[in-house]
């Protein structure tokens, strides 16, 4: 059964963009943004909470970041925050700043990306550390664990080429020296007739490699995209459908059963705005040999819609998850629904079996 609790929400304010991670000590360490709105970036600040009972009660906030006041468009925003729970015990946050024309790509804007870490489970941050990686939205720090660049770090951010501004490219930077130095950025994604964005690295078990989920954002209803890297993110190749239409924000990671979990938003493709295409919140299940196949419909995938934005102006679909060692998962996401008109951070706990029937086997 799956089960819902408000993770943080205050009806002065907009909150959205979450992301999760579970320390050592299980506890749960969620950040997002709050902003004015989504589309009012006047005031903003990177927040955290945290949840010592797997997500049933949270503290209050606490912030990450300075705030930023936006007075136009060549003023800085904090954008989108993402959490990474460490190999060595501590936590890292990635967050992109913008500023300027064409989400800050244009000549004399800003798409800077900033790193912060806590060595107290979230109690307290230290930062900000400057990165090189420039673009937006960036992917969770991913720390491999395979293979001979197991400890390197790997995060991607998309940005806008050319003179007009009008191609996607979705790049990658690592590190072989726990962001001390960081190497790229390298071309994941990048077509002429794509938007390609919002990367989710996943690691593969044994010599998998990489594969990154992309959204491609025509709002045209389309897959996502993938790519595969067989030498740790250093170089990618093979750009191809993945059996997910409209697929927004995905967010990547493997379960203890082997199997892959996708989270994303459902956006059908409509005219309208927020209200009309930001109504759903689901969760894929596929397998490792379906996120190899570069063919699209030899994939085997399950979707279930987790979550439906009621509000008028519904806004929802960006989320992070984790596994508790006893196989729960806790997923995080915004949605406005019943804060009209403003977003709330709700949090979802299930299992992997609740993708079926009880007593149900997985389809083979």
């Known amino acids: 059964m799956i089960q819902k609790f408000t993770v943080s929400r205050d009806d002065s304010i907009y909150q959205a963009w979450p992301d999760l991670a579970l320390t050592r000590t299980g506890r749960l360490v969620c950040v997002f943004s709050e902003c004015t709105h989504h589309g009012d970036r006047s005031y903003t600040c990177i927040q955290s909470v945290t949840s010592d009972d797997r997500g049933r009660t949270w503290s209050a906030k606490r912030a990450i970041t300075t705030p930023l006041h936006k007075k136009d468009r060549g003023d800085p925003h904090w954008n989108c925050a993402r959490i990474t729970a460490l190999r060595d015990g501590r936590l890292a946050v990635i967050v992109d700043r913008v500023a300027g024309a064409h989400e800050g790509a244009d000549n004399g804007g800003e798409q800077t990306n900033w790193l912060w870490f806590s060595s107290d489970n979230g109690d307290t941050w230290q930062g900000p550390v400057a990165t090189p990686v420039t673009g937006i939205v960036p992917d969770q720090i991913v720390e491999l664990k395979h293979g001979p660049h197991a400890g390197r770090w790997t995060t991607s951010a998309h940005t806008f080429l050319g003179e007009e501004r009008r191609l996607w490219s979705q790049r990658l930077w690592y590190s072989d020296d726990q962001g001390a130095t960081w190497s790229g950025p390298v071309v994941v994604g990048q077509d002429a007739g794509l938007k390609l964005c919002e990367g989710s690295v996943l690691e593969l078990p044994g010599d998998g490699g990489l594969v990154c989920f992309m959204r491609e954002n025509s709002f045209s209803g389309l897959d996502a995209f993938r790519a595969f890297s067989h030498d740790g993110g250093a170089t990618w190749s093979g750009l191809c459908k993945f059996a997910l239409p409209g697929c927004h924000r995905p967010v990547a990671g493997m379960l203890q059963s082997g199997r892959v979990m996708i989270m994303h938003r459902f956006l059908q493709?409509?005219?309208?705005?927020?209200?009309?295409?930001?109504?759903?919140?689901?969760?894929?299940?596929?397998?490792?040999?379906?996120?190899?196949?570069?063919?699209?419909?030899?994939?085997?995938?399950?979707?279930?819609?987790?979550?439906?934005?009621?509000?008028?102006v519904a806004d929802t679909g960006y989320s992070g998850w984790v596994q508790f060692d006893d196989g729960e998962l806790y997923i995080v996401n915004y949605i406005i629904d019943d804060a009209h008109p403003r977003a709330q951070i709700r949090g979802y706990a299930m299992r992997e079996e609740d993708f079926y029937l009880p007593g149900a086997q997985p389809a083979v």
């Open 269 to 312: 493709g409509s005219s309208g705005g927020w209200g009309w295409m930001t109504q759903n919140f689901f969760a894929a299940l596929t397998d490792v040999e379906s996120c190899l196949n570069p063919v699209r419909n030899a994939a085997k995938v399950r979707v279930m819609p987790l979550d439906y934005d009621r509000s008028p």
